[in-house]
């Protein structure tokens, strides 16, 4: 199936694709040979977070852009620069703050991807700081950043103990926020909702440490986990935001000849090699990532993975995120169910699927009795349905 690429679009994918090279300035300069809509143009890299690429290859490539759409482009980036900035500078002192404690903690994406992906941290964007720690660590995790001045907000640090309890299992991650500095922070205790898409019981011991400046560093996944988690992470939201993307052609474009099929192979391993497929086909196809042809060819051979992409680019070329549209979703939560085998994935999927926090949270079960809870899906959603429009009134 063929999927329509507006020549906006098509010039976001070239801004987007990295390291800077002829290659993409050529590349740039050719998609924005013929009349553009700029205005178009600026909502597409908006949506898709890519301001800074986007910005960064305009400017080296001389394209001629409206004053004003280059002004307001500059403008942002510049914010991009110094947001970054921050988020790095909180990133090393709550680093700092877990070494002194001795707990294990991994950041994950921001600051140290954006320096492994670009060697610059004011070209990817972030609204937040990702935080893993193992599962038996989370008690004193989460004491050490209430310490260091955060306070949860998702879910509401009212809820019930009880509620608590259910909720452990159905998420992955706490949303915390700080008053003083504004900042965001997610604390995980796993990479993904689904717990059998990826293996991470052996991430903690193969993490690295990324330089930032000077002495400071942050620690994040090692080489293959950081590959197949961010397959994995962009897979599972469909890739409708871009800038998923260009972080793994980057990464597949700085790894050595051979490295496309070696990081191929690692994420396999560890159960998300259809989610890696689907990436490696999206990068050749948009980004111009060379990959060896036999290891096209081999990914091409299952419908399934074809699907996939289609799905993915149908979810990147829509005007708005998938979850504004109208059963926006409904294409990319069934091709979940591709991304992973064997029946323990496929009923965590579903259970997914089927049990919500809202559910939880308007209607606390025991354990013994969750099995009601996608029965009673549709009754809880009228209900909450009901009671929110008399809230109004």
Same mark, same amino acid.
């Given at each position: 199936?063929?999927?329509?690429?507006?020549?906006?679009?098509?010039?976001?994918?070239?801004?987007?694709?990295?390291?800077?090279?002829?290659?993409?300035?050529?590349?740039?300069?050719?998609?924005?040979?013929?009349?553009?809509?700029?205005?178009?143009?600026?909502?597409?890299?908006?949506?898709?977070?890519?301001?800074?690429?986007?910005?960064?290859?305009?400017?080296?490539?001389?394209?001629?852009?409206?004053?004003?759409?280059?002004?307001?482009?500059?403008?942002?980036?510049?914010?991009?620069?110094?947001?970054?900035?921050?988020?790095?500078?909180?990133?090393?002192?709550?680093?700092?703050?877990?070494?002194?404690?001795?707990?294990?903690?991994?950041?994950?994406?921001?600051?140290?991807?954006?320096?492994?992906?670009?060697?610059?941290?004011?070209?990817?964007?972030?609204?937040?700081?990702?935080?893993?720690?193992?599962?038996?660590? @989370? %008690?004193?995790?989460? #004491? $050490?950043?209430? +310490? =260091?001045?955060?306070?949860?907000? &998702?879910?509401?640090?009212?809820?019930?103990?009880?509620?608590?309890?259910?909720?452990?299992?159905?998420?992955?991650?706490?949303?915390?926020?700080?008053?003083?500095?504004?900042?965001?922070?997610?604390?995980?205790?796993?990479?993904?909702?689904?717990?059998?898409?990826?293996?991470?019981?052996?991430?903690?011991?193969?993490?690295?440490?990324?330089?930032?400046?000077?002495?400071?560093?942050?620690?994040?996944?090692?080489?293959?986990?950081?590959?197949?988690?961010?397959?994995?992470?962009?897979?599972?939201?469909?890739?409708?935001?871009?800038?998923? @993307? %260009?972080?793994?052609? #980057? $990464?597949?474009? +700085? =790894?050595?000849?051979?490295?496309? &099929?070696?990081?191929?192979?690692?994420?396999?391993?560890?159960?998300?090699?259809?989610?890696?497929?689907?990436?490696?086909?999206?990068?050749?196809?948009?980004?111009?990532?060379?990959?060896?042809?036999?290891?096209?060819?081999?990914?091409?051979?299952?419908?399934?993975?074809?699907?996939?992409?289609?799905?993915?680019?149908?979810?990147?070329?829509?005007?708005?995120?998938?979850?504004?549209?109208?059963?926006?979703?409904?294409?990319?939560?069934?091709?979940?169910?591709?991304?992973?085998?064997?029946?323990?994935?496929?009923?965590?999927?579903?259970?997914?699927?089927?049990?919500?926090?809202?559910?939880?949270?308007?209607?606390?079960?025991?354990? &013994?009795?969750?099995?009601?809870?996608?029965?009673?899906?549709?009754?809880?959603?009228?209900?909450?349905?009901?009671?929110?429009?008399?809230?109004?009134?």
């Amino acid at each position: 199936m063929t999927v329509s690429l507006s020549r906006e679009f098509l010039l976001m994918t070239a801004c987007a694709s990295w390291p800077p090279s002829d290659h993409r300035t050529d590349a740039i300069r050719a998609a924005a040979a013929e009349p553009l809509d700029w205005n178009l143009f600026e909502r597409i890299v908006t949506r898709h977070r890519v301001v800074g690429l986007a910005y960064e290859g305009l400017r080296t490539a001389g394209v001629q852009v409206p004053a004003l759409t280059l002004e307001e482009l500059g403008n942002r980036a510049a914010a991009l620069v110094r947001a970054g900035l921050v988020l790095a500078a909180e990133a090393a002192r709550l680093q700092s703050l877990f070494d002194k404690a001795a707990l294990p903690v991994l950041f994950v994406k921001g600051a140290s991807l954006a320096m492994l992906a670009y060697g610059n941290l004011g070209l990817r964007e972030s609204k937040d700081l990702d935080l893993f720690v193992p599962p038996e660590s @989370l %008690a004193s995790a989460t #004491a $050490l950043i209430e +310490s =260091a001045g955060y306070r949860r907000h &998702e879910p509401s640090p009212n809820i019930l103990p009880s509620q608590m309890k259910l909720l452990l299992p159905i998420r992955k991650d706490f949303g915390y926020f700080h008053e003083e500095s504004q900042l965001e922070l997610e604390l995980h205790w796993r990479l993904l909702s689904n717990p059998h898409l990826m293996a991470d019981t052996t991430i903690i011991a193969s993490s690295r440490v990324v330089p930032l400046k000077g002495t400071a560093g942050l620690r994040t996944l090692g080489e293959d986990d950081l590959f197949a988690y961010l397959c994995a992470h962009g897979a599972v939201h469909w890739w409708y935001q871009f800038k998923w @993307l %260009a972080d793994v052609g #980057a $990464l597949l474009a +700085s =790894a050595p000849e051979g490295g496309a &099929e070696r990081l191929y192979r690692a994420a396999e391993l560890r159960g998300a090699g259809a989610a890696a497929a689907q990436a490696i086909l999206l990068c050749k196809r948009l980004l111009g990532t060379r990959v060896p042809g036999h290891l096209i060819m081999l990914l091409r051979k299952h419908a399934a993975i074809e699907w996939l992409e289609t799905t993915a680019l149908k979810a990147m070329t829509a005007e708005l995120e998938p979850g504004k549209l109208p059963l926006g979703t409904t294409r990319g939560s069934l091709s979940s169910f591709l991304l992973g085998r064997g029946w323990r994935y496929w009923l965590a999927e579903l259970k997914g699927h089927l049990i919500c926090q809202a559910d939880v949270m308007t209607l606390a079960l025991p354990k &013994e009795l969750h099995f009601l809870y996608p029965v009673l899906r549709l009754p809880l959603w009228l209900w909450r349905q009901v009671t929110r429009r008399y809230r109004l009134l």
